[in-house]
């Protein structure tokens, strides 16, 4: 099964919305604002149903989630093929992260729990800007240096 891509639909939340959920990741939290609004028309709504697929372990990545409404299930395969809850993740909360900026494998599934919106950042999209303003790609690089500090 290969990552969805993402379709554009008519915009149902406003563009101060999108860049207040993007501002609730903590790899963009210290970039500011105004930055953010360049990535406004590559955020797109991508919405599943109840036990849908919204990741797969083990799938090349290269998108970043942010859920708008609903819930999902983070959960992870062992060697042994047994199946184990990491985390329930809800409104607000990202995952995907570290796929746009390293496109690797996805390190777990994400199944939607129920009825779920999510706000849908490509790779790519983030690399461009990062390119055409070297100050994201900075602060990125600054909270990823946070991240490993606290690890």
Known sequence: MT??????????????????????????????????????????????????TIVTQGEIGDALFVIVSGKARVEKRSEDGGISPIAEIGEGEAFGEMSILDRETRSATVRALEATRLLSLQGDDFRRLAKEDPEIGLEVAATLSRRLRRA
């Open 3 to 52: 990552e969805r891509q993402p379709e554009a639909q008519p915009q149902t939340i406003t563009s101060t919305e999108k860049i207040l959920l993007l501002k609730s990741v903590d790899l963009f939290r210290e970039v500011p604002i105004e930055k953010l609004f360049s990535l406004v028309d590559s955020l797109l709504i991508q919405e599943y149903g109840s036990g849908e």
